[in-house]
């Protein structure tokens, strides 16, 4: 009997300890936020920034097969104002800049999974070549595409006056507010860089939130004012290596970038 009571003890030991390290491994979960820029025809891809039609279908086909729940920025802000948890195969997408193929190469393979997304935009080069118009921005917001700012002009915040980070960050929400009629709640830095400063300047104007890329001291994304972001690309083409980035704990095993 004494044998069987130490048999009971040693498994009620590692019972405990096996669900302290789930508990403790699952506050490292992080919801990953996917960040796109260009979506190009293979012939035209930027392999820096962009991703070919081709690839960038491949990894939605993913995301529907092996079920995951696709959700808007949104969501998941509130989620994390509310500290309601999220399940753990939750994924949002983001896009920056802003670019036209967003609109003719991206926008048909969202609409067509139901997946929604966010678009960070930078008003001054709407309209430009190259560039989104307000009309394709307004038909996609129809499909649950959220558009939101990627500052007025795209300039790098840390190297601006405090005045400049503010009319960049201020006058952008504006704008976009007066085109397209609806609150503009989240912002993206530009590169990715900001300073504590420019956080301020975020909040104070009325932004939710703010998205960087794998910049910042808060890679748990507890700080909703440097959101950290995953990049994919064309190279992320195997299924190992979309499993490894949308699992959650990606930002465990990458390198923090200082904000500027």
Known sequence: MKKFGRILIVIFLIAVVVWT?????????????????????????????????????????????????VIS???????????????????????????????????PILKRHGFPATIFIVPEDIGKEGFLTWDQTQEMEAFGIMVQSHTLNGSYLPELSEVDQEREIKK?????ESKLNHKILFLCYPTGGF??????????VGYKAACTTNRGYDRFNRNLYELNRIRFGDKDRFAIILWGKLSGYYNLFRKSVHPY
Request: proline share 3%; no cysteine.
């Open 73 to 107: 920025l949104k969501e998941l802000v509130d989620a994390s104002t509310s500290q309601n948890a999220l399940p753990h195969n939750s994924v949002v997408i983001t896009f920056d800049d802003g670019y036209a193929d967003n609109y003719y190469k991206a926008f």
């Open 172 to 176: 952008s929400k504006r704008v976009i």
């Open 195 to 204: 300073t504590p400063r420019v956080q301020e300047l975020a909040r104070e």
């Open 21 to 69: 390290y789930r508990v403790e491994f699952s506050r490292k979960y992080v919801v990953p936020i996917m960040m796109y820029h260009n979506v190009e025809d293979e012939e035209n891809v930027d392999h820096l920034n962009g991703t070919s039609v081709v690839n960038f279908d491949t990894q939605m086909t993913f995301l529907k097969k092996w079920k995951y729940n």
